[in-house]
């Protein structure tokens, strides 16, 4: 049976060193590529040709976008509006990322299942909230590490485990989406290698993994979209800190 982690290894496609730093153009920057590409395709046949009556590419586009402004409106309030490109942006990324891992036949590669890129994107949200906070507030945006109404008596406490909570956002964002991805694309690969191992000894028994192995694609398949959700969500979630302080 193959190792399972092989399909994370990042491959040099372009070796380039500069400076004694390794830039090489790999595989996962590939398929990165890739991922933009099909937004940017996606979102200009969708809107090439706007209508009144919209087609199905314009549809699918303006339900996307609009999706992303509801949560918004209902998670941060109206002032969230104006980060709906923002966000959305990095919902159609995070999702074009994950559903491209899931293409068969191709030597597919999934970035999100690397911790360098969900840590990427998540400081991009990261640093979105601190720049509005400081924006907005100025120096008042330090009084989000202290909630209203706690005892003086225990504030330093609260205010320190506040502010390790606050720093640890990137890295639970992060983590969350290489994690799910990662452990999905883990078993589907080692139910596949059931498949062969156990088909070469009866056919019968290798008919069981490779329904299991069915079953379980189309639950990565769903997670894929739950997970780019997910972080959209929790953006949107942080952003209501740094937009509606308390």
């Not at 490109?85 to 995070?94: G, K, Q, T, Y």
């Not at 970035?111 to 507030?137: E, Q, W, Y």
Request: hydrophobic share 60%; charged share 10%; glycine share 6%.
């Amino acid at each position: 049976m193959a190792n399972p982690m092989e399909q994370f290894t990042i491959e040099r496609i372009a070796p380039l060193e500069v400076a004694g730093l390794d830039l090489s153009f790999t595989n996962s920057a590939l398929w990165m590529l890739f991922a933009l590409l099909s937004v940017a395709a996606f979102l200009f046949i969708g809107t090439a040709r706007p209508q009144m009556v919209p087609g199905r590419a314009q549809a699918a586009v303006e339900y996307l976008y609009d999706f992303i402004r509801d949560m918004l409106r209902e998670n941060v309030g109206q002032d969230g509006l104006r980060y709906a490109p923002l966000i959305f942006a990095v919902f159609v990324f995070v999702l074009a990322c994950n559903l491209l891992g899931m293409v068969p036949f191709v030597h597919s590669f999934t970035p999100t299942s690397h911790i360098a890129v969900t840590f990427g994107l998540a400081m991009i949200v990261f640093t979105l909230v601190v720049f509005v906070g400081f924006a907005r507030h100025g120096l008042h945006f330090f009084s989000l590490f202290l909630p209203e109404g706690t005892p003086l008596f225990v504030a330093p406490l609260v205010a320190l485990i506040e502010f390790l909570s606050f720093l640890s956002r990137p890295f639970t964002l992060a983590i969350r989406l290489f994690a799910n991805m990662t452990a999905g694309h883990v078993l589907m690969k080692v139910f596949g290698g059931f498949v062969v191992s156990l088909g070469a000894v009866n056919a019968g028994l290798g008919l069981i993994p490779l329904g299991v192995n069915v079953a379980l694609t189309a639950l990565e398949l769903l997670i894929a979209v739950v997970q780019a959700y997910v972080f959209a969500l929790l953006a949107s979630i942080y952003l209501n800190d740094a937009v509606n302080l308390h």
